[in-house]
C-alpha cells in the first residue's frame, strides 16, 4: 500500500467512540474545482440548527486524534444537507486529508455553530454587499440561498475576486442553482447580483475588489450609487489583509462595525484567519 491510500483510509474511517458534542456525517457528493478548490456535502444531523452565514467546526480522524477548522456552512439554514468549500492544502493538517473524502466516508462537525455574518448582526437597509475572496464565498453561499436575505433586502450584490477564472466557479454554479431552482428563482428574482474579478488574469472584470471600491468602478459597472450608511449594509469574509482594507473602505464611507449583540452597517468574519 502507499502513503496517499494509507492517508486516504484514515480520512475515510469513523472514530471508534464518537466523542461528546460530535456529530459523525456521511459525505454525500464532492465536487473539484481546481487543485486548490473543491466542494462537498454530507448529511445534516437531526435536531442540527444554524442560522445562515454561520460557521462549525469540522474534522477527520487522522490515526487515532481528531483535527479540525473553522468551516462556513455553504447550505441554507432551510437545507436537508450540509455543505462546505473548502481549500486543498498539500501539507495543511486538516485538508491534506478532507481533499480526499468520498461520498460515503465519515466528516466530523462539533455541535455547536457560531459566527458574525448573520443577517442579524446588521441593522435594516436597502442593499446588502457581501465581498468575498477566494474560498471567503462560502458564508455567501448560504446567505444567497436563504430567503430571508430576501425578505430584509431589495438588492443583493455577491463580489467574489479570486487569482484566477476557474477559481470562479463555484460562483458561477450558485448562480446557475438558483436560476434553476423550483422557489429560489422566484424569491431571489432580478435581487441578486454577482460581480466576480480576477487579478492575476486576463478577464473583463479584474482587479481587488478595495481598488474598485475606492476608484468607484465597482458603482460604475452595476449602476448604483457609491457607498451609504443609510441603505448599505456590507459583509466581508477573506483574507486578514483583505479584511482589514476592505474594513477601512467601508468605514470611510461611514458605515460602522457590528456584532450579533450590537447590530451595526456591516460585519466581517474573523474566524478563518491565522
Ligand atoms: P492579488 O492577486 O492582487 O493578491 P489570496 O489567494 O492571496 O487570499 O487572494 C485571493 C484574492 O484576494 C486575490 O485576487 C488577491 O489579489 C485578493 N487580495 C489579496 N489581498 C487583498 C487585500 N488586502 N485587499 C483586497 N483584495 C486582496
Request: glycine residues 8%; charged residues 25%; negative net charge.
Amino acid at each position: 500500500m502507499n502513503v496517499s491510500a494509507k492517508t486516504e483510509e484514515f480520512a475515510a474511517k469513523a472514530p471508534a467512540n464518537i466523542p461528546d458534542g460530535v456529530y459523525a456525517e456521511t459525505v454525500l457528493a464532492v465536487e473539484h474545482y481546481t487543485d486548490h478548490l473543491f466542494r462537498f456535502r454530507m448529511t445534516r444531523p437531526a435536531g442540527f440548527r444554524f442560522r445562515s452565514g454561520e460557521f462549525a467546526m469540522i474534522g477527520l480522524m487522522v490515526g487515532e486524534k481528531p483535527i479540525y477548522r473553522a468551516y462556513s456552512i455553504a447550505s441554507p439554514a432551510w437545507d436537508e444537507e450540509l455543505e462546505f468549500f473548502s481549500i486543498k492544502v498539500q501539507d495543511g493538517p486538516l485538508t491534506q486529508h478532507l481533499q480526499k473524502i468520498k461520498p460515503g466516508d465519515t466528516v466530523l462537525m462539533r455541535k455547536k455553530p457560531t459566527g458574525t455574518l448573520v443577517l442579524d448582526a446588521l441593522t435594516p437597509g436597502k442593499r446588502l454587499y457581501m465581498f468575498s475572496t477566494g474560498t471567503g464565498i462560502a458564508p455567501f453561499a448560504s446567505l444567497i440561498r436563504d430567503p430571508e436575505t430576501y425578505e430584509k433586502f431589495d438588492e443583493v450584490i455577491l463580489t467574489h475576486t479570486c487569482r484566477e477564472i476557474a477559481e470562479l466557479k463555484y460562483g458561477f454554479d450558485l448562480m446557475e442553482e438558483i436560476r434553476n431552482h423550483e422557489f429560489l428563482a422566484e424569491v431571489v428574482g432580478d435581487k441578486l447580483k454577482h460581480y466576480p474579478t480576477v487579478t492575476r488574469e486576463d478577464y473583463a472584470f479584474q482587479g481587488r475588489i478595495t481598488d474598485l471600491i475606492a476608484n468607484g468602478k465597482l458603482f460604475t459597472d452595476l449602476g448604483v450609487p457609491p457607498l451609504d450608511p443609510a441603505v448599505d449594509r456590507g459583509m466581508i469574509c477573506g483574507s486578514t489583509a483583505m479584511l482589514k482594507d476592505t474594513k477601512e473602505l467601508l468605514e470611510k464611507a461611514g458605515l460602522t462595525e457590528g456584532a450579533n449583540n450590537k447590530p451595526a452597517e456591516f460585519v466581517i468574519e474573523r474566524a478563518f484567519v491565522g
